[in-house]
């Protein structure tokens, strides 16, 4: 089984400057790993995704992750944020095989940014 | 990506009651899934929506309580039975990427509020 831990609940940080949303996860297999983003009142959009090659990958709206094996994480950044950045973050890992589809979700992060 | 359609966004239902939400997508699909985000939590897979056959549930979720159905490759819906205020939550329907993709796209949910 797989489990998922982002490390802060909420992050406030003022515009332009630079964030990360940290990341944690559990597993006994090879995982996939996403970072979705979920603004008010809207569902679940797709910012990145890890599912092999090379461990910095990069997302839309300028966020980048990159995936530490050794250390299971696979922490989110942005160098410079922008008020409309503001919103829950969510890290998710699929074991795939059999598993595939089913996401484990962290308890998400919040981010506000302050202007 | 596949373009996920859901009714309704959002609905105030009485105790005791049943909700049926819908999920169209705007092209076939292999995989259906249904997740639900309870307030202030994270999301958690309820079951795969399988063609032709009955739904897939994970621990802690019964066809009695979320009896789902899949007609097609292009629809789904979730029921929620005999609501209680603990029922109160975004359900939200997801669907998987193009071939390979392994990535999931999500509807914009639907907020039911039970009182």
């Known amino acids: 089984a797989q489990s998922v831990t982002q490390l802060d609940s909420q992050v406030p940080v003022f515009e332009e400057a630079p964030v990360e949303l940290r990341c944690n996860y559990s597993?006994?297999?090879?995982?996939?790993l996403f970072w979705y983003v979920q603004y008010p009142n809207q569902g679940l959009q797709l910012l990145l995704k890890y599912l092999s090659g090379s461990t910095l990958v990069k997302g839309i709206n300028g966020f980048e992750a990159e995936f530490n094996k050794s250390q299971t994480s696979f922490h989110l950044r942005k160098p410079s944020v922008h008020i409309s950045d503001t919103a829950e973050y969510f890290c998710a890992v699929d074991a795939g095989g059999t598993s595939y589809g089913k996401l484990t979700f962290g308890q998400g992060t919040i981010l506000t940014v302050h202007p | 990506s596949a373009v996920i359609s859901q009714k309704p966004s959002r609905d105030i239902c009485q105790r005791g009651t049943s909700l049926t939400i819908q999920c169209q997508v705007d092209s076939q699909v292999t995989m259906m899934f249904w997740y639900r985000q309870q307030p202030g939590q994270s999301l958690t897979l309820i079951a795969t929506?399988?063609?032709?056959?009955?739904?897939?549930?994970e621990s802690g979720f019964v066809i009695d309580k979320f009896p789902i159905s899949r007609p097609n490759l292009t629809f789904s819906t979730l029921t929620v039975s005999n609501m209680s205020p603990e029922d109160s939550s975004i359900y939200l329907c997801s669907v998987d990427g193009q071939s390979g993709a392994n990535v999931l796209t999500f509807g914009a949910g639907s907020r039911l509020t039970v009182l």
């Open positions: 597993s006994s297999v090879s995982v996939y």
């Open positions: 929506a399988n063609q032709g056959s009955e739904a897939t549930y």
